[in-house]
């Protein structure tokens, strides 16, 4: 046996590789959940109320059930405690206020949307036509719709979501880095700011969104054989399985929960939903196959939505610049239930407020609320993005009061790259990061000096058209998975990954993974991990996942997680795959296991050319004519891997926006981001995240919000109100790397997360930019999404334009009359 240098494959890792996956994706040769057919298939469709609370006094079902093919409707009463109830996984506080979360309830409906009955019709379409037959009588109650009355009605007696609750206040979570021991007393930072140094004060408004995936939400169920078998269009198909063991008493080894090609997720599909739960139920009672899809309509309305905060900031800080702490004062809408991970998801944002900067002094304060609206969850970032937000914005006032370039305000107090690891003020250890590095080559990409130049030219000519220049350097707590940090959180699941590997005697390479795709690239990306570290063709390893029957153990995707915990127990079981295959090749080469090496997928005795292939070995195995005693036949292997830290990405975005001072139009003149996330393993796939991330950013900036009245009802529930950004509204970026990335110590691979990087910076470099451009006319705010009215607003708010809605938001309390108090005006 002889091998050579030659026979190795090309390396994997850092190439730009073309997604496996693509061809069937883009070409429609694939199966999302509405396309697959059962014989004896039934159809759901769901009645929903119309109102945002109110008592249900009857249901009708007469007349839907006489509708052609119908057979059977059911209400919440019919289905009882059969429906299962939703689950809350993340009680942040032991005496967190959580109302149960019946999927159809029978007595009263908390948001405009919750189901009140369901249609099983032998059609899609004849079961919709006969919801439409349904009648439902309801007595509307009071509704608990603006989140800071619906905070403080325990004080004013307002309205109550939940009125056996007796409280809309879900549950109060506090960090304290004094009390902590990783900071000093922030009340006296502040108070010591106010008599020689500098308080800036801020309140800004983190609006509703709604994840707006390009596939809605599907789900079929066959009870039928010796397993209930679920299709879900999810992207936490082994949570889910255990969501429906754990409340319906169904063994796991007999729930069988695939989620086949899904279309895009955001953490909108991080969830177990009543849909879900009901289509279980009704399959189970009927003992036939079940399916579900809900409309765009109803998605846009029941899904749940994202980020929905207020956040009140006091900064304190040096006359020099120098911050000296910072307290956060948060609002979370959880709106009607408390969801999987949503009471979580403002705790999350806890960790990165002080973001990339050595504050001594922090404190947050969190105050989540139950609502008569859509309940809300994670959704791109989960926390991180408001987090950012937040401070991002308090830096570029810092530095106007200071009267310095937003940049240098930030230099004076970020974190130096020799000054790694580093524990910050919130307790988390940051292991790497280089914010000199990318500032520099961001700004150099970007041309700073020269648009500074050009601002300053139109300010002082009086140009109709204003420049604007936006800031935003970030970092984010990455790869959701140290299962202790998680436990010590009290959330109820750890966050550990699986992988397996298993080298068939064909010379292809099969994995399994415990992460589960939703249009991020798995197959490639995996794919050309496991190619390196077992130098094996790329096109000879497949990549599975996405069926609990196939990957037996895992815990899915989100939290940018996939490649970093999941890829790193795919090089750990590879790794294993080597050590388990060394005695089989130390016997066929007949020398001592101390002898070989192993390089490109071939083992090699020291100082010959005797070699033997990994792939060989794999084939010698299955055959298992002749081994070595003592040995079991086959290579295979599985990992689990559970980091000791998340890991950090950063980077830094620059904004130049254009803004019409006459129109209050707007107009991105140029984007930059460099964004360091550590080893990259297919710069294709990070350059779509990127760009996907940034205009989802961009979006909440400028264009999203989800728009309640006064009555509860969504007005924003169709893509002709709720502006989601199409081809038309997209712009150039310029994504561009450091030359000395800094490397993740967590994994072998150095990598970091990149899925949600874009979403978290973008949205305050843009906000940034705009309020820069609207400075000289006295504005230091405009809520979000920056209309063209509410910008035109906030420049005349000051000059006796008499603008009907003043849209500036800048001070609390005495100057609260510049900010948006009605939820969605302005839109």
């Known amino acids: 046996m002889t091998a050579t240098e030659a026979e190795a494959p090309e390396h994997e890792i850092g190439r730009d590789r073309r997604r496996k996956e693509d061809q069937r994706l883009i070409t429609g040769r694939t199966r999302w959940t509405d396309n697959i057919q059962i014989p004896g298939m039934l159809h759901l469709a769901m009645v929903r109320s119309p109102f945002a609370h109110a008592k249900i006094l009857s249901i009708d079902t ?114 304290d880095s004094a009390e902590a021991g990783t900071g000093g007393n922030v009340d006296e930072a502040i108070e010591k700011a106010r008599g020689d140094g500098i308080v800036v004060e801020r309140e800004f408004r983190q609006q509703r969104l709604i994840p707006a995936f390009m596939e809605p939400r599907s789900c079929v169920v066959d009870p039928t054989g010796e397993q209930m078998t679920m299709w879900s269009a999810t992207q936490i198909p082994h949570i889910l399985r255990f969501a429906l063991a754990a409340t319906t008493g169904v063994p796991e080894s007999k729930i069988r929960v695939i989620a086949p090609d899904v279309g ?271 130098g094996v063709p790329f096109e000879d390893v497949e990549i599975l996942h996405g069926d609990t029957a196939v990957a037996h153990k895992g815990l899915d995707t989100y939290g940018s997680r996939s490649l970093v915990v999941g890829g790193e127990a795919l090089v750990r079981a590879a790794d294993k795959v080597i050590e388990k295959a060394k005695p089989f090749a130390a016997y066929m080469l007949e020398a001592s296991e101390d002898d070989l090496e192993f390089s490109g997928g071939t083992f090699t005795v020291k100082g010959t050319d005797k070699g033997v292939g990994l792939t060989e070995i794999s084939a010698a195995t299955f055959a298992s004519h002749d081994y070595p005693e003592g040995l079991e036949p086959g290579i295979d292997a599985e990992a689990t891997y559970d980091p000791v830290n998340f890991n950090y990405p950063h980077g830094t975005h620059l904004c130049a926006i254009e803004v019409d001072t006459e129109t209050g139009a707007l107009k991105i003149r140029k984007y930059v981001c460099c964004d360091d996330v550590g080893n990259i393993i297919n710069p294709l796939i990070v350059a779509g995240q990127v760009h996907g991330g940034l205009v989802q950013g961009i979006a909440q900036a400028l264009w999203e919000e989800a728009v309640y009245d006064d009555a509860g009802t969504l007005v924003s529930g169709s893509f002709v109100d709720y502006l989601l950004p199409t081809t038309a509204d997209t712009i150039n970026f310029d994504v561009v790397h450091t030359d000395d990335p800094s490397f993740a110590t967590t994994n072998t691979l150095g990598t970091k997360g990149v899925g949600e990087a874009g979403t978290i910076a973008s949205t305050p470099a843009v906000v940034n930019s705009v309020v820069d451009a609207l400075r000289q006319f006295g504005v230091d705010d405009v809520v979000m999404p920056c209309t063209p009215e509410r910008v035109w607003r906030a420049i005349h708010s000051n000059d006796g334009a008499d603008p009907t809605e003043e849209a500036a938001a800048p001070h609390f309390e005495e100057s609260a009359r510049n900010q948006d108090s009605t939820e969605g005006a302005g839109q």
Not at 152 to 166: F, K, R, V
Not at 302 to 315: F, P
Not at 371 to 397: C, H, L, Q, S, V
Not at 511 to 529: D, L, N, P, R
Request: negative net charge; proline residues 4%; charged residues 25%.
């Open 62 to 175: 007469e007349a839907a059930k006489q509708a052609p093919n119908v057979v059977d409707v059911l209400t919440g009463a019919d289905l009882g405690e059969s429906q299962g109830v939703n689950i809350n996984a993340w009680p942040i506080t032991p005496d967190q206020v959580a109302p149960v979360h019946l999927p159809m309830p029978s007595d009263r409906v908390t948001f405009a949307g919750e189901i009140v009955a369901v249609v099983v019709a032998r059609t899609a379409a004849e079961a919709r036509d006969a919801a439409e037959l349904v009648d439902v009588e309801y007595e509307q109650l009071p509704a608990a719709l603006d989140l800071k009355e619906a905070a403080a009605a325990d004080e004013n007696g307002g309205a109550l979501a939940h009125p056996d609750l007796g409280t809309n206040k879900s549950a109060f979570w506090k960090f």
């Open 264 to 534: 895009g997720g955001f953490g909108g599909k991080l969830q177990t939903t009543p849909e879900e739960w009901l289509v279980w139920a009704i399959a189970r009672r009927l003992g036939k196959p079940v399916k579900y899809t809900e409309t765009r309509s109803e998605s846009l309305l029941s899904a749940h939505h994202g980020r929905d905060q207020w956040q009140k900031l006091t900064l304190a800080a040096e006359k020099d610049g120098t911050v000296t702490g910072l307290k956060v004062e948060l609002l979370a809408d959880l709106g009607s239930y408390v969801s999987l991970v949503g009471g979580g998801v403002p705790v999350l944002g806890a960790f990165m407020f002080n973001a990339i900067y050595k504050f001594p002094a922090y404190q947050f304060n969190c105050q989540t609320v139950l609502t008569n609206k859509t309940w809300t969850d994670a959704y791109r970032g989960a926390g991180r993005p408001e987090a950012t937000f937040g401070i991002e914005r308090m830096m570029d006032e810092l530095a106007n009061e200071l009267g310095v370039d937003p940049l240098e305000v930030r230099e004076r107090n970020w974190i130096k790259h020799e000054e790694f690891p580093f524990t910050t003020v919130a307790g988390l250890e940051y292991d790497s990061g280089n914010y000199e590095a990318a500032t520099a080559r961001a700004k150099e990409a970007f041309g700073y000096d020269e648009l500074r130049a050009e601002q300053k030219r139109r300010r002082e000519s009086g140009d109709r058209v204003q420049l604007g220049i936006g800031v935003s350097t970030f970092t984010e707590m990455c790869g959701l998975a140290p299962s202790r940090v998680l436990g010590q959180l009290d959330y109820g699941a750890g966050g550990w990954e699986y992988a397996g590997v298993r080298m068939l005697a064909t010379g292809k390479v099969e994995v399994t993974t415990g992460a589960s795709a939703h249009g991020q690239g798995h197959e490639t990306a995996f794919s050309q991990i496991v190619a390196d570290r077992l």
